[in-house]
């Protein structure tokens, strides 16, 4: 079934409304631990879900919908830990696009041995999305040794299976596997943060981008739910993947941040690279 512009739509949004997450994200954690800010989105993100859930009566799904939904939100989990471990210990400016481009090449190549491959211009696309996704994210450093990049290496394997399992969870309901996604990533980074002791109680001056981060990832991940179920998952995954460029945008405009050079040409390349796709 030919579905039109909806996934490039959907995948999109995914990408600005993620992106906007993270700043949110980004902002209550200058004020708050990052783990609790994490923990405190995802639980409003779960009252959510629940409540969608409740008010539009989605038919609760099978089984295997649950399990891949809950592997998904290991993967996430996992891949955050790994993240955040990576950002706090190495050098951000290669961390970030580092899990990024991994994260977006997974579902790239599973798409390449599940489905046909795209048309030419689309790889093109996803060649230029990648490039982009670099350098938005401030990458371009080349001074970087193996130890470094192990990290973000395995955060960002991590966060492509997430992709390619809530595709999967996706595949006949959308809100109850997002649901799994959120009973795992809570319980489980919960339970780090108990064995860690790290201070997870939020200040009162987060409190409001803490929930304004829960609500944007809540729509991202229901966007790339959508993306993947009403198109490629390849697709959504690099579109969706283009949300460092939301964030460096409302970092911008909001806090007035410089964007170098190198994060222009990264944004200029993306959109070229959304035309490609959209063709």
């Known amino acids: 079934m030919n579905f039109g512009f909806a996934p490039i739509i959907f995948g999109l949004a995914a990408a600005l409304t993620w992106g906007a997450g993270d700043f949110s994200g980004g902002v209550a954690t200058k004020r708050s631990s990052a ?3 994490v923990i405190f989105a995802h639980i409003f993100s779960m009252i959510l879900l ?6 539009l009566r989605e038919p609760i799904p099978p089984l295997a919908s649950w399990l891949w939904g809950g592997a998904a939100g290991l993967g996430g989990a996992i891949g955050l830990l790994l993240l955040y471990t990576a950002l706090a210990n190495g050098r951000m400016s290669v961390a970030a696009p580092v899990s990024a481009l991994v994260a977006a090449g997974i ?4 798409a390449a041995f599940t489905q046909q491959l795209p048309p030419l ?7 230029l999305a990648l490039a982009a996704i670099w350098l938005v994210s401030g990458g371009g450093s080349v001074d970087f040794n193996l130890d470094e990049l192990r990290l973000p290496v395995i955060a960002g394997l991590a966060f492509g299976f997430f992709f390619t399992t809530l595709h999967f969870a996706s595949s006949e309901s959308v ?3 997002l649901i799994a996604v959120r009973i795992v990533s809570i319980s489980s980074l919960l339970l780090y943060s108990l064995i860690t002791r790290q201070q997870i109680i939020p200040s009162r001056e ?4 803490i929930l304004a981060s829960g609500l944007l990832d809540t729509l991202g991940n229901a966007f790339f739910a959508l993306a993947a179920q009403l198109g490629r998952v390849d697709v959504a995954a690099v579109l969706s993947s283009l949300y460092p460029g939301s964030t460096v945008l409302l970092a911008w405009i909001l806090l007035k941040e410089h964007i170098s050079r190198r994060q222009m040409v990264g944004i200029l390349t993306a ?3 959304i035309v490609l796709i959209t063709v």
Do not use: D, E, Q, R
Request: no cysteine; glycine share 6%; proline share 10%.
């Open 50 to 55: 629940l409540a969608t859930a409740f008010v």
């Open 271 to 273: 959109l070229a690279a």
């Open 107 to 110: 579902p790239v190549v599973f």
């Open 121 to 127: 211009l689309v790889i093109v696309g996803f060649f």
């Open 206 to 209: 987060s409190i409001f981008p």
């Open 35 to 37: 783990y609790g800010v």
């Open 175 to 177: 809100i109850y596997p």
